[in-house]
């Protein structure tokens, strides 16, 4: 079935980067999305890549795509304090739906 | 920036009783979903609703759930005679097409907790 995997935890420094991953099953999605979820908030559009598209860049936000993998990363530049949330792979599923991942939870340390 | 807006942000009710949870999606938007993320779990799929009516659901979306857009604005979802395990909380969302083709902006969300 559809289905979305990520890792669920990453603990990185304040001013490192930070490296997301995931894979996914359902390679007819036109698009791939990136959420962030910070606690007791809902679920915002961080950014997302046109399935034609290997690389998106957008200030500190990098997505790679490589779709023959079915491979989809977030890296977060000079990540910082603000940047702690919980960030969600997401990809189109045969029902028009999102086929979410777990989610991963992002600690930045000072 | 429009966003998506849901009331309450948390709700209470007794196991068996009902409830109505609302949307107020983007306005320009024509494609309107709901989500539910029980916790500790991935964010599941409840309904699409396209042109006044439901597009696709899930299996999840069984005869006690039910969706209606009642005026030009409001979205709502019910959920008849509560149970324990629908306590989660519920995401709504639109677009302007389906997810295939534009990407889905979602609201804050509904805790609902059933005792």
């Known amino acids: 079935g559809e289905d979305v995997e990520q890792s669920l935890f990453l603990s990185v420094r304040e001013g490192d980067s930070s490296v997301i991953n995931c894979t996914y099953t359902?390679?007819?999605?036109?698009?791939l999305y990136w959420y962030k979820q910070e606690p007791g908030a809902g679920l915002q559009l961080l950014t997302y890549?046109?399935?034609?598209?290997d690389m998106k860049q957008d200030q500190r936000l990098t997505v790679l795509l490589n779709k023959k993998d079915k491979h989809l990363s977030l890296r977060i530049a000079d990540t910082q304090t603000g940047d702690s949330a919980i960030y969600f792979c997401a990809s189109g599923g045969s029902q028009g739906n999102l086929i979410f991942g777990k989610g991963t939870k992002l600690s930045v340390k000072p | 920036e429009p966003e998506v807006t849901q009331t309450p942000s948390h709700q209470v009710t007794q196991m068996g009783q009902e409830v109505i949870l609302r949307c107020v999606p983007i306005s320009n938007h024509l494609y309107f979903y709901w989500y539910r993320q029980i916790l500790g779990q991935k964010v599941e799929f409840l309904v699409s609703f396209y042109n006044n009516e439901i597009s696709e659901k899930s299996e999840i979306f069984d005869d006690q759930f039910s969706v209606e857009r009642p005026d030009g604005s409001n979205f709502t979802l019910k959920i008849r005679s509560t149970k324990l395990e629908d306590s989660a909380m519920y995401f709504c969302?639109?677009?302007?097409?389906?997810?295939?083709?534009?990407?889905?902006?979602f609201g804050d969300g509904t805790r609902l907790s059933i005792l």
């Open positions: 969302a639109s677009s302007d097409g389906g997810a295939r083709n534009q990407p889905q902006h």
């Open positions: 359902d390679s007819s999605s036109t698009y």
């Open positions: 890549i046109f399935s034609n598209m």
